[in-house]
């Protein structure tokens, strides 16, 4: 009978580090059975925790978002930068979408909530450590939403002051000795503002701008 490979694989290193005592101990306690995974540290706080990395080299580190001294990015951060490879999974009660962003950007592999089961922690646990990206089901909903939000437009002072000509219409002479610029520079400001509007011409621009409350009404 062949033995199954991953049955001999050596556990996950892992620590754990979160600034509640009785969540810790939970969390030893959930995953304390689970031969795949080894608990190797605990930390209190993100300092800490990045310490313990730096000694202990785990596979990944489970980080709390909110603690103490160093929160749970500012470890990220540094564990990311740091000299190890151990992978950084968050696991918080936090999901707005800035904390979110905060964690992802930070350059966590992976984001879980805290009422994830035994199984899934498990799981993304040894995803994190493959490298594979483990969103938390609302994390990955509030993620895809925030990335289908259409983008705000915004205009600097002078592109509206130009596009207010073009309202007007003044052509590019004279919308420069309005404004004491170059003909050339009207262009490139009209080049940036087609681009920002996502239009090809003047009067195109004028209708979407003010549509979108970016010129005043006439």
Known sequence: MTADPAAEAAPL????????TVMRAGLVALLGSEPSVDIVGEAGDGREAVRLVERLRPDVAL????????????????????????????????ETDADIERGVEAGATGY???????????????????????????????????????????????????????????SNGEIGRR????????????????????VNDRTRAVVVAMNGGLLRRR
């Open 63 to 94: 980080l709390d978002l909110r603690m103490p001294v160093l929160d749970g990015v500012g470890a990220t951060t540094e564990i990311v930068a740091g000299p190890t490879c151990t992978r950084v999974l968050i696991l918080t009660t936090y």
């Open 179 to 198: 404004l004491f610029i170059g003909e050339a520079t009207v262009k490139t400001h009209l080049l940036r503002i087609f681009a920002k509007l996502d």
């Open 13 to 20: 290193r892992i620590i754990l580090a979160d600034d509640h």
């Open 112 to 170: 879980l909530l805290k009422d994830a089961t035994r199984e899934q922690l498990v799981d993304a646990i040894h995803a994190a450590s493959r490298g594979e990206t483990v969103l938390a089901p609302r994390v990955a909903q509030r993620l895809v939403a925030r990335m289908r939000r259409p983008v705000p437009v915004t205009l600097t002072a002078r592109e509206a002051e130009v596009l207010d000509a073009v309202a007007d219409g003044l």
